[in-house]
């Protein structure tokens, strides 16, 4: 018989996390699931820590070629056989009661799908600029770290768009909104650990912004734009370059990882705004 559960998650590379994540689900205080892992073609010893775990509920694929984020959680959908879908990442630790929390929602309140809280690091952390944070503690990111989707809605609105390489799942959430809501349950936790930006990571999180611009174009999402400026308040230090230095004031400031992206922070807001532009012509759509 078919678990009613599916956990579904696309990793790539993640041999020093993807044990203790697997952990965290299998001791889970529900029991009737699987776990779905898509490989994005890891170069690394990510199938021998999966497969030393020995525990039949863990259905491993391996992409034959580096296929990105959207391509394969479409993957992960199409072999999951649950009738709920329950989508975290291969760095994070799932609550003992993840799954339970998740289920409570869908039997006791009409929704098509329930938000999870994300807690970066810990509940009392205090990121530093150099952090890379990833949470969700007030719902409306539907990030899929911590998401759980009726699975017969993401086969209607035809799964997750594979233009996207990042915000492909507030695409899917926004899209399928149209079949009914999205609930937020804070007692749906998963735990991110903490990620240093390097240089290099961080002016390529700036090209991800032209994502932004896509789901302006394809649903009207209006997430950080004013009038026509997309990301207004990047826009003016970019007029105004003194305004970078600002951030100096703050009490984000701490470590040596903090100050090392100094000298990139004006270049991270080129890099951004000509990614959004390269977006709109691409797109022919107006945007500053």
């Known amino acids: 018989m078919a678990p009613l559960v599916s956990v579904v998650m696309c990793i790539r590379n993640a041999e020093l996390s993807i044990g203790a994540c697997l952990k965290s689900i299998l001791k889970q205080t529900y029991r009737d699931f699987e776990i779905v892992v898509v490989d994005d073609f890891s170069t690394d010893k990510t199938k021998q820590v999966i497969e030393e775990l020995g525990d039949k509920r863990v259905k491993y694929f391996r992409n034959p070629e580096w296929f990105g984020i959207s391509k394969s959680r479409n993957i992960g959908v199409k072999k999951a056989v649950g009738k709920y879908l329950f989508f975290t990442d291969g760095d994070c630790i799932v609550a003992l009661n993840w799954i339970e929390e998740g289920l409570r929602f869908f039997s006791n309140r009409k929704c098509i799908a329930v938000e999870g809280r ?113 990301m207004p308040i990047d826009f003016l230090r970019i007029l105004f370059p003194p305004l970078v230095f600002c951030s100096l004031f703050s009490k984000k400031f701490k470590t040596m990882a903090d100050y090392r992206l100094l000298p990139y922070i004006y270049l991270y807001l080129i890099f951004e705004r000509l990614s959004i532009w390269q977006e709109c012509a691409k797109t022919k759509i107006f945007l500053i």
């Open 118 to 230: 994300i807690c970066y690091v810990s509940e009392d952390y205090e990121p530093t600029f150099s952090d890379c944070i990833l949470e969700n503690r007030v719902g409306g990111s539907f990030m899929t770290g911590n998401i759980a989707y009726k699975k017969s809605v993401i086969d209607q609105v035809g799964g997750f768009d594979e233009e996207l390489d990042y915000l492909e799942d507030r695409d899917i959430a926004l899209r399928s909104m149209r079949y009914g809501e999205i609930l937020f349950n804070p007692a749906m936790v998963v735990f991110h650990p903490r990620v240093v930006l390097t240089p290099k990571r961080y002016l390529k999180v700036a090209k991800r912004t032209k994502n932004r611009v896509y789901l302006f174009k394809k649903l009207g999402e209006k997430k950080f734009i004013l009038g026509r400026i997309l």
